[in-house]
């Protein structure tokens, strides 16, 4: 942890559960495998936070909180996929932003919108106004969040596809999911499965908007 002012911090986990205080500097924290708790100062620094592999954070297919993050400031902070996991995400078009359909944010959370991960969207994100009731309570639950994408997307996916999903909970602004979503070979086609899904983490802080997620 660093608590000694504004200056700008490189700060990285161990492979165990790890926790990250950063300070009023600009901080670029990596926690690492593991559960880990990373406390972002509220303040106007341009934090990042860095997920790296798949299995930063949670078990795919396991109820999860995947690393806890707190303070989160939407414009200033940024969540970055980078390092392998980069390389798994951003496969479509090769560039800082992950491709992701617009149009699911549309508001009618009664009808379910498209996306294809497998030709054009590398992330999913669905904000509070379209996620329908994935309460904050469950973003750590697979089976409601899996639940809730099947009302809300109309998926296609091969086995092997993989893609970010970002979900904002429909109860509690500010508060929100990342995780990692993989077809698994020998799942049900075309759906979101629990054995699919992986937790990276829940932030809490501002709501989030979809160019706060970049990658390296």
Same mark, same amino acid.
């Given at each position: 942890?660093?608590?000694?002012?504004?200056?700008?911090?490189?700060?990285?986990?161990?492979?165990?559960?790890?926790?990250?205080?950063?300070?009023?500097?600009?901080?670029?924290?990596?926690?690492?495998?593991?559960?880990?708790?990373?406390?972002?100062?509220?303040?106007?620094?341009? !934090? +990042?936070?860095?997920?790296? #592999? &798949?299995?930063?954070?949670? /078990?795919?297919?396991?109820?999860? %909180? =995947? @690393?806890?993050?707190?303070?989160?400031?939407?414009?200033?902070?940024?969540?970055?996929?980078?390092?392998?996991?980069?390389?798994?995400?951003?496969?479509?078009?090769?560039?800082?932003?992950?491709?992701?359909?617009?149009?699911?944010?549309?508001?009618?959370?009664?009808?379910?919108?498209?996306?294809?991960?497998?030709?054009?969207?590398?992330?999913?994100?669905?904000?509070?106004?379209?996620?329908?009731?994935?309460?904050?309570?469950?973003?750590? !639950? +697979?089976?409601?969040?899996? #639940? &809730?994408?099947?009302?809300? /997307?109309?998926?296609?996916?091969? %086995? =092997? @596809?993989?893609?970010?999903?970002?979900?904002?909970?429909?109860?509690?602004?500010?508060?929100?999911?990342?995780?990692?979503?993989?077809?698994?070979?020998?799942?049900?086609?075309?759906?979101?499965?629990?054995?699919?899904?992986?937790?990276?983490?829940?932030?809490?802080?501002?709501?989030?908007?979809?160019?706060?997620?970049?990658?390296?």
């Amino acid at each position: 942890s660093n608590d000694d002012g504004a200056e700008a911090w490189t700060l990285t986990g161990s492979s165990g559960v790890d926790t990250i205080t950063g300070d009023g500097g600009i901080d670029t924290i990596t926690g690492g495998p593991g559960l880990d708790t990373i406390a972002l100062a509220t303040d106007t620094a341009a !934090d +990042v936070v860095h997920f790296t #592999t &798949a299995s930063d954070g949670g /078990v795919a297919g396991n109820d999860s %909180a =995947g @690393d806890t993050i707190t303070g989160f400031k939407s414009t200033d902070d940024k969540i970055t996929i980078s390092g392998a996991l980069a390389t798994l995400l951003d496969d479509i078009t090769d560039n800082t932003a992950l491709a992701s359909t617009s149009g699911l944010n549309d508001g009618a959370t009664g009808s379910a919108v498209a996306s294809n991960v497998t030709t054009t969207d590398e992330m999913i994100f669905l904000n509070r106004a379209n996620i329908g009731t994935l309460a904050a309570a469950n973003l750590d !639950d +697979v089976s409601a969040v899996a #639940t &809730a994408l099947e009302i809300q /997307v109309t998926l296609t996916a091969a %086995a =092997g @596809d993989d893609a970010l999903l970002v979900l904002e909970s429909s109860d509690t602004a500010g508060t929100f999911g990342v995780y990692y979503y993989k077809e698994v070979v020998g799942g049900t086609a075309d759906q979101f499965d629990v054995a699919d899904l992986t937790v990276l983490g829940i932030v809490t802080g501002n709501d989030i908007v979809a160019a706060d997620i970049i990658t390296t």
